[in-house]
């Protein structure tokens, strides 16, 4: 869970920062903090962060919990079922980073070299190259919760034509972040963010006082016809915009405003509005499609904000999907958000779970593209499941159980 700023006294301007840091940094410590939300999911409640395991991809080693045993490709279950189809892709799309991460530079070339080769010659270069540990969590269980995303289409205007729409924020100007691992090397990819008020240094603005005191007025990148699905879409953190004149803007997660997420399904649960079994975003969504009048309140009991860029056509590569967390393009059922604690970015990872829609086990090799808000622990993830109708479907009904393997490197 995030930790928001504090009231902090301000020091000398050009030490405003740094010393905001160093006093952030402390609380911090004492009460734990997170990596910054990118894409929360409604469907579960995020878990505490877990103790990092050690392999050999670069998770720090600090108080972590013994690896399992390493296996080989071939014992993995279901590896002879994948086909690999769209793996390739997902691949060339991470090694067209300027600069992959450890240890992909060397990987990627090897990986380059098999392009004439297709999915055999892929798979016998994973399974020559790379062995998997399970992933198993502090209390000993080796399964945790999988659930899915995927880019969905809004319609909106770039100017407000009518009361009824709901803006899509760019991110503020004066929204100050501050990168914790210039004072702790241990809090690496953990953010505070704030704002100044006067002489002190305040926690940013909550979606309640954002929406009810339009205090971001000017700050608007679209408006969009639907505000369950301009909220949907925060949780998403991508999707497409349909323009009045037929055009399309794409927009990507830019940033958010330091407040925790907070699931509104637990909301409704505690409400009693709908069983905890029926909760899913479907669920959510006709909820407060048929309650109107309470959708507002039930939406602010969430006081996290994601603010929206607009994307460039990708005319190069026009399958791929939104940037993720590495600004890599992301796959189609391919590509996974994991929390980056315990799984590296990039990492090559084997999912075991069942198919939302058939039910049926459904068992592949990912990547680790992406990060969530409420993908925390070390067995979670979220599968991106691309765009339309049939994305949206199995991304709103995933709600499993499963288990991950991370592969590594020989």
Request: hydrophobic share 45%; charged share 20%.
């Amino acid at each position: 869970m995030l930790v928001p700023f504090q009231q902090l006294r301000l020091a000398r301007p050009r030490q405003t920062l740094r010393r905001a840091a160093i006093i952030a940094c402390s609380l911090a410590l004492a009460a734990g903090c997170s990596t910054p939300p990118v894409r929360p999911t409604p469907q579960a409640t995020p878990a505490a962060r877990p103790v990092p395991s050690v392999v050999s991809t670069g998770i720090s080693p600090q108080g972590a919990l013994p690896a399992s045993a390493p296996v080989a490709l071939r014992s993995l279950p279901g590896w002879q079922a994948d086909n690999l189809d769209g793996l390739a892709a997902a691949l060339r799309r991470q090694c067209a980073l300027r600069s992959p991460p450890a240890p992909w530079p060397v990987l990627c070339s090897e990986f380059t070299s098999l392009a004439a080769e297709g999915s055999e010659g892929l798979r016998a270069w994973l399974e020559r190259r790379f062995v998997a540990r399970a992933l198993i969590d502090a209390q000993g269980a080796d399964t945790g919760l999988i659930t899915g995303y995927y880019e969905p289409l809004l319609n909106g205007s770039r100017r407000r034509e009518s009361p009824a729409q709901v803006p899509l924020y760019a991110r503020p100007a004066d929204l100050l972040t501050i990168d914790l691992i210039e004072v702790e090397p241990r809090l690496a990819g953990m953010r505070l963010r704030g704002r100044v008020q006067g002489n002190r240094v305040v926690p940013y603005l909550s979606r309640a006082d954002i929406d009810t005191r339009n205090a971001l007025a000017g700050n608007e990148l679209l408006w969009v016809d639907d505000p369950v699905d301009a909220f949907f879409l925060e949780i998403q953190g991508s999707g497409r915009v349909q323009l009045r004149d037929g055009s399309v803007a794409r927009v990507g997660y830019a940033d958010q405003n330091g407040h925790p997420y907070r699931a509104i399904g637990r909301t409704l649960i505690d409400r009693g509005a709908l069983p905890a079994e029926a909760v899913s975003a479907p669920s959510i969504r006709d909820w407060l499609r048929a309650n109107p009048a309470q959708a507002r309140t039930v939406m602010h009991s969430n006081p996290s904000v994601v603010f929206f860029r607009e994307l460039p056509a990708n005319t190069a590569d026009p399958a791929a999907g939104p940037p993720g967390a590495m600004s890599v393009p992301l796959t189609a059922e391919r590509s996974l958000a994991i929390d980056r604690s315990v799984v590296p970015l990039g990492s090559l990872v084997w999912l075991d779970t069942v198919h939302p829609v058939s039910g049926q086990p459904w068992q592949r090799a990912m990547l680790g593209q992406d990060t969530g808000g409420a993908i925390t622990g070390r067995i979670r993830a979220d599968v991106f499941w691309g765009f339309g109708a049939e994305a949206a479907r199995a991304a709103g009904t995933m709600k499993a159980r499963g288990r991950m393997w991370v592969m590594e490197p020989r």
